[in-house]
Nanobody, 115 residues
């Protein structure tokens, strides 16, 4: 069983930055896909970024967000720069075996971008 705990969310002004962290307990192999998703009020959950050997980003965050992982710590991070009000959402960490359709989810961390 894998448990994920996110941290680093908060309130920031437009143009500001935040760094989200997700720590996984349990057995995580380096082949697992680690990623971040977000869900804004009234909207469906959407992919933000995933990473295995290389990163993959949603178009809306390319050039502003950077995903990274530390396999030794079973952790994944999301550095978010130049934040916009449209980035306001609950951000969820996800870990998934590449051959499976479902994975593990964290409890979410709120990010609010407002002046």
């Amino acid at each position: 069983q894998v448990q994920l705990v996110e941290s680093g969310g908060g309130l920031v002004q437009p143009g500001g930055s935040l760094r989200l962290s997700c720590a996984a307990s349990g057995s995580i192999s380096s082949i697992y896909i680690m990623g971040w998703y977000r869900q804004a009020p009234g909207k469906q959950r959407e992919l933000v970024a995933t990473i295995t050997d290389s990163p993959n980003y949603a178009e809306s965050v390319k050039g502003r967000f950077t995903i990274s992982r530390d396999n030794a710590k079973n952790a994944v991070y999301l550095r978010m720069n130049d934040l916009e009000p449209e980035d306001t959402a609950v951000y969820y960490c996800n870990v998934k075996h590449p051959l499976l359709t479902s994975g593990y989810w964290g409890q979410g961390t709120q990010v609010a971008v407002s002046s």
